[in-house]
């Protein structure tokens, strides 16, 4: 008989529960006509705004193409606005119009929502050493040839400086 694997398992529940975590978003957010990618376009661009559609890919972690016609959408719905940076005429920056923070907002409580069902009933103690365990599990991955210390250390301040599910 095989012994139990906590680890496998572990790794196997982090991975079901953010599917899960993000399905639920997903069915919340439904009603604002937003595809996932230009929701999180949005959210990225409300933590790092003036970023680049190259940087934002990154983030996203889909390809450029996505990234341009989300942006392109968004563009055209009057969401977001590009703009030519002055240093360097070929860069384009990326920045929400007015008319995107109600949608923030209501992403925002979408989101609280969501994290509401996920963590019902996690005490505030469980709650952090749960976060801690977490950003232990993330910072392994500095260790290997894919991921940098620069890029979990960015992933986790820009995570914490806004709401997101």
């Known amino acids: 008989m095989k012994s139990t694997n906590h680890l496998q398992i572990a790794a196997s529940i982090l991975a079901d529960t ?24 949005l959210l990225n661009l409300s933590r790092e705004p003036g970023i680049n559609q190259a940087n934002l890919a990154e983030q996203l ?20 606005l590009r703009e030519r940076r ?6 384009v920056s990326l920045f929400l119009t007015s008319k995107a923070e109600p949608l923030l907002e209501e992403l925002n409580v979408i989101a609280a929502e969501t994290r ?21 599990v993330k ?8 991921t940098t ?4 250390k960015a992933s986790a301040s820009a995570r914490s400086s806004k709401e997101d599910v």
């Open 18 to 41: 953010s599917r899960i975590l993000r399905m639920d978003f997903r069915r919340r957010a439904q009603h604002l006509n937003l595809t996932q990618p230009q929701w999180q376009t």
């Open 61 to 80: 972690d889909v390809n450029p193409v996505t990234v341009a016609q989300s942006v392109d959408r968004l563009v055209k719905a009057g969401l977001v």
């Open 86 to 91: 002055q240093q360097d005429r070929r860069a």
């Open 116 to 136: 509401a069902v996920a963590f019902a009933g996690f005490s505030a103690a469980e709650a952090q050493l749960f976060e801690e365990l977490l950003l232990r």
């Open 139 to 146: 910072m392994n991955f500095c260790n290997t040839d894919n």
């Open 149 to 152: 210390k620069a890029d979990v």
